[in-house]
Every structure is written in C-alpha cells, then in structure tokens.
C-alpha cells in the first residue's frame, strides 16, 4: 500500500516537473503552444505550421508503432530558455523530460545561435552507427536548416531514419562507406603530392651548376661587428575567433548516446 | 711566321718537362727525369727574359711583314698561330691563351709572350688531379642519378678533356649595411568559446660590417660563370707565388674581363653575405619581414690567380654537354640530362605506390 501511494506521487511529481519545464519554456518564447498533443514533435513557437507538423507526428508515430523507435524533432527559440549551457545538453535534457523513451533519435534546434544536435542515445546505436549518422543523416540536415527549411530537415530525418531502421531490420545496420570521396581525393591528392616531391628531388640531383650568390665560405673569421642591435616592441594586437563545434561524437551533456552538432 | 714558343726542356736529355700535380714536380716526359719548380725556375730566369724579348721583337716583325695568319671573320678576330719548336707544326690559339700542348707532339709549350703585355698573375693553385681523375670522377658523377637516360654513359663520348689554369680575381672588402626589420610575436590563449590571439610588434634595427678575403670570381668569359662558381670552394693553402713552370702540360687562360668588370659579381656576393650576417642576429619572432635596408660594399685592388680546372665537353644524341672539375679538390660538376621517359616512370610509381598504401590505410584497416 505504501509502495502504491510512493509511485503514485513520484510520478505526479515527474509530470508536473515536464510541464512546469516546458510551460516555461514556451512561456520564455512568449508563445504558448499545444505541445502536450504532440509525442515527436515539438517547438515553443511557430516553426513548423500545424498542417507540417501533424504530418510530421503522424510519420514519427509510424516509425515508432513498426519498429520501436522514437524519432523525434524540438524546434526552440534558444535552448537557454531551457536552463541548459549547450545544445547537446538540451538535447540529453529534452529526452529525459519528455521521456522519449530508450531508443531515440532526436534533432534539436536552436534557432538563437543556429545551432543543431542530432543526438542518439545509446539505446538506439545499435541501429544508427555514429559515423554513419555524421555521413548520411547530418549533411542532408544542414543543408536544409541553412536554407531555414524547419520542416525539410524534419522530413530529412525521419526519411533518413527510416533507411538506418530498414537496414537495421534486415540485419545489415547501415555504415559508412569505407571508401567516400573526400578520401579518395585525399589518396590522390597526396600520391601526387609526394610523386611531385620525389620527383623534383631527383631532377635537382641532375643540375649541378649554379650561381654562387653569396660569399659566406669567404669571410674574415670575428670580423661581423654588430654595431645597433635594436629591438623596439611597439604595438599590440589581438584577434579573437569564437570556436566552432563542428560535428561531434562521443557522449557529452552528461547522457549517454552520440551528438552530432554544430552551427548551420 | 709564326711566334716562338718556349718550353721548359729536360736538363738532362732536353725532352719535354710537363708539371706533374700527383708529386709538385716537373717530370721529363721521356727521361723520367723531375725536377722541382723553384730548380727549373732558377735555371730558366734568364732564357725566359731572353725568350719574351725575342718574342716581342718577332711579333713588331710580324706585324711590319704583314706574317700572320689571316682568317675570314669573325674567327680572324680571336686566334693567332704559333709554332711548335719541337716538331714544328704551326699551333692554333685563343689570343687569352698563354700556354697549350701541341695537339700532334703533345710537347707542352709555354707562351710566354702575352704576359709582357698583359697583367701577370700573382698566385697559382697547382693541379693535383690527374686526368684519369677527371675521367673517373666523372663516370663516377652519373652514378646515383635515377633520372639519367641509361644510353647516356654508356654513349656518350669525351670529345675534349683539356686542363687549364682559368684566371680568377680574388676579391677581399668589406661590407656594411643597416636593416630594419618588422618582427612579430604570437601568444593564442582559450577563454571560454573564444579563442584569442595576441600579436606583439617590434621594430628592429641591425647594423653591422663584415670583412672577407679571396672571394673568387672567374675572369674569363669562355668559361660558364655558373660552372666556375659551382667548383668552388679552393683550398688557399695551397696558394703559391705565380712561376709559368706549373703551367707545362695545362692551357692557361688570360682573363679577358678585368678586375673591374667582374667587380660587381664579389659585390653582390658581399652583399648577400653581410645581409644573412645581419639576419642571423633577428632571433625568437614568429615572423621576420625587411622593411628597409641599405647595404654598402667597399672592396680592395684584386689578386690575379690561375686556378686549376678540368674541363670535359662530352656529346649524346647531338647535344653538347659541359662537365668542369675542380683541379684542386676534385670536386666535379655538370647539369646532366633527365630522361622524360624515366621521370613520368618514377611519378607514376611513387603515385601509384603511395596511393595503394594510404588506400590500405584508409580503406581496409
């Protein structure tokens, strides 16, 4: 009976916990919004027009009623509305807050800074392979949020999503391809480089005649007299360069799983 | 008529004396007979005053009979005919040049008639390498080069391998100069997301001189500056007094650029030395850029020295190919050709191979 009553106030108390956070968060963007209709998609103001995001909802939760797993999308004026000092933190927050569940792959943005998180949590690495997020999802997601095309990059996850479920469903989880054309640009650029290098070493070995341009061999041993030997400081300056966080993976935020983050 | 020529002759037998570099001495060619140079000197004093005399009294002749030797132009202009007093034949040579053999008896002969004429050289550097050597050294200088057409040594042909004694002026100055230079300093530091970079300017300033001895500088203009400057350096221990009785066996070029004329090749050098002297002082800055400077070069009255160099005219596929050797020190040069084919051969391999190790690297680790 004890027992009973013990659950029955901690989870009156989590409740209330989400819904004072999400109220005041909404209430911070000044807009208040339906979000307690909505399982997948979320945002504290007018991103996504309602035809978009039902159509949005209405695929996660396909997604999730075949497969299990939560794809997710929070569209935010400034994730420190949300008392969180970086965007992988809000995103490691919002899944817990929202009780997202285990397996979860979630986009969060933040339109202030223009930052983005994908973030996976562990539960769902088994099916979305960091590096093969970081390649086929994330690049696909930025191009769209550069173009402030909110719902395009909902829609890009979720179809994305769906590839990384299907692969993982017929048990070949998606990868990175080992063979991309960054590196194969990479391979060619420097064989070519180092053939470039070799090569001229070899031709200078056949020249052997040259100008002699200075006659150092030829001076009077002690003979260099230094007569001013100045060195005046006269300015400073100084440059400062905010530092990107570009795409990352690893736990960060105090939560498990993989971030893919950065600035669009 | 041509023009006397003196040589040195064996005291002994009275053949031929050549100086030979291996021992410093002036051997006979056919009594095996040696002498040392100051011995030959001594005993020639005279018959060398005897010699220019009469050979500057046959050349007034020659000039008054109209004897010499006519030759179309422009090579009318640079040669002059001498005769050779062993066997005879009448010598062909450059009007700079003041000893030769005589290419049909090989008798060296010694000319001594233009140096009446013409400023006499201080020092002599002695050959110490030997023909074969120079034959060797240079078989030895196509070894190692990847890129050298393989029909080139086995092909090509020494056309002409000539010992001379090549005039040099041997500059000695100074040079000062005062730079100013703009150097900065570079701390970066974190703080927060920002990185920030902190630049310190200075200004410097540099003044100083520097002294210098003997800078080379070749005075003829049949020799390749180039190649007279890549066969430096000479070892100046080995400097002696100027006698024609090293020179037997060995042409010996006159300098036909004067001390004056060449000037501006040891300035340059001065300059450029007297700036890195300079620069070597600009120490611990990120980055050192020259704003201003202002160099001045002050050099004394040059020495006159004939330095030993072998020079080897080699031919292959109709192409002429210039290799010089230092008679000194040995140390040989000469651009060789590269072989197109050979070259794209090693691109493609090292091309080839070091993508197949990156892509195992990249791909299949």
Known sequence: MKKDLFRLLSLALVITLFAGLFCFGAAAAGEDDDSDTYEYIFQDAAFLSQKERDSLESKSDRLYSKYKYTVACILVEDYADYRCSSIEEFSVTMVKELELGKKVVLLSVSMDDRSYDIYVTDGASEAFHSDAVGYYIEDAIVSCLKADDWYGACQTLQAKSEDFLQAWKAGTPMAKPRVTPGKVAAVVGISLLSALIVCSILKAQMKSAKIQTNADNYLVSDSFNLTVNLDQYTHTTETRHKIEKQSSSGSRGGGGGSHHSGHF | ?365
């Not at chain 2, 300079?278 to 004939?306: D, F, M, P, Q, W």
């Open chain 2, 1 to 365: 008529m041509g023009a006397n020529a003196t040589n040195y002759q064996c005291p002994a037998c009275t053949g031929p004396l050549h100086f030979d570099g291996t021992t410093g001495k002036l051997v006979c060619d056919y009594c095996d007979s040696s002498f040392s140079v100051e011995e030959i000197e001594a005993l020639y004093a005279g018959q060398e005053q005897q010699s220019a005399a009469a050979a500057m009294q046959a050349e007034d002749e020659a000039a008054e009979n109209g004897a010499y030797e006519e030759y179309p132009e422009p090579e009318s202009m640079d040669v002059r005919v001498y005769s050779c007093p062993t066997c005879g034949a009448e010598l062909i040579a450059d009007e700079t040049t003041i000893a030769s053999s005589c290419p049909y008896c090989g008798n060296p002969n010694v000319t001594p008639g233009p140096f009446i004429h013409a400023r006499k050289p201080d020092y002599v550097i002695p050959f110490k390498c030997t023909r074969e050597q120079a034959i060797a050294a240079l078989k030895n200088h196509y070894k190692g080069k990847r890129l050298l057409p393989n029909t080139f040594a086995d092909n090509n042909h020494i056309e002409e391998i000539k010992g001379v004694y090549v005039p040099f002026w041997l500059y000695g100055g100074t040079a000062d100069g005062d730079i100013a230079y703009h150097t900065t300093r570079t701390h970066t530091h974190r703080q927060g997301d920002w990185e920030i970079t902190r630049t310190e300017h200075y200004r410097v300033l540099r003044s100083g001189s520097v002294a210098f001895e003997m800078v080379p500088v070749d005075g003829s203009k049949k020799m390749p500056d180039d190649h007279m400057d890549a066969i430096e350096p000479f070892d100046y221990s080995d400097l002696k007094p100027f006698s024609t009785a090293y020179l037997p066996g060995y042409l010996a070029d006159k300098y036909d650029e004067d001390e004056d004329q060449c000037a501006e090749r040891a300035e340059n050098r001065f300059a450029e030395s007297i700036e890195h002297c300079l620069r070597n002082t600009v120490k611990g800055y990120g980055t050192v850029s020259e704003v201003s400077k202002e160099l001045h070069t002050h050099r004394r009255k040059a020495a006159y020295a004939l330095m030993p160099v072998w020079m080897l005219s080699t031919s292959w596929n109709g192409k002429q190919f210039l290799f010089a050797m230092n008679g000194q020190t040995g140390k040989l040069i000469g651009d060789l050709p590269v072989d197109k084919k050979k070259y794209w051969t090693w691109f493609g391999s090292v091309a080839a191979g070091v993508a197949a190790l990156l892509s195992i690297v990249m791909f299949v680790l």
